[in-house]
């Protein structure tokens, strides 16, 4: 029997068991089918936030993609082409989330746009991120709303 909550704006199917029960299918969007699906890519270590950030996103009718890695996150910019990266600075593995901005600027120019989502993040580092160019940041702890006014806004057309 499904089971439906309602959460962050719309219906959720928790239904479905374990790890991507918020996927696509499972979370009605609160976009109307006109609007255009734009691409998010999150580069997210953290499960717990990397699910909730990847539902905020399905939410708003965007497609979703996560790696946890610098190096999955630099190979998913290659193949799913994002329009928007949420990007943490602490990450597993040999790449640093600025290594991975670098990197992304280097082969990519300016797109696709970063949010850079991080504890790291404070005025100083804020001023050094936001130079690579299209780069935004949000320091963790953040508030739900903040984090989708600025998602929202950076996809914005």
């Known amino acids: 029997m499904r089971q439906a909550a309602w959460g962050f704006g719309g219906p959720i199917d928790r239904s479905r068991p374990g790890p991507g029960r918020y996927a696509r299918s499972a979370v009605a969007s609160r976009v109307s089918p006109a609007a255009p699906t734009r691409k998010v ?75 850079v989502v991080s504890a790291l993040v404070n005025p100083a580092t804020a001023v050094q991120l936001e130079a690579f160019g299209n780069v935004q940041t949000l320091a963790k702890p953040f508030k739900i709303k903040d984090l989708s006014s600025r998602i929202q806004a950076m996809l914005a057309p």
């Open 41 to 115: 890519l999150i580069i997210e270590d953290y499960y717990a936030l990397a699910d909730i950030e990847s539902l905020l996103c399905t939410m708003e009718g965007h497609e979703v993609k996560v790696a946890k890695t610098g190096d999955e996150g630099l190979a998913a910019v290659a193949e799913f082409q994002p329009d928007l990266v949420l990007l943490d600075l602490m990450l597993p593995g040999e790449l640093t989330g600025t290594q991975v901005l670098e990197r992304i600027r280097s082969d990519h120019g300016q797109t696709p746009k970063v949010l």
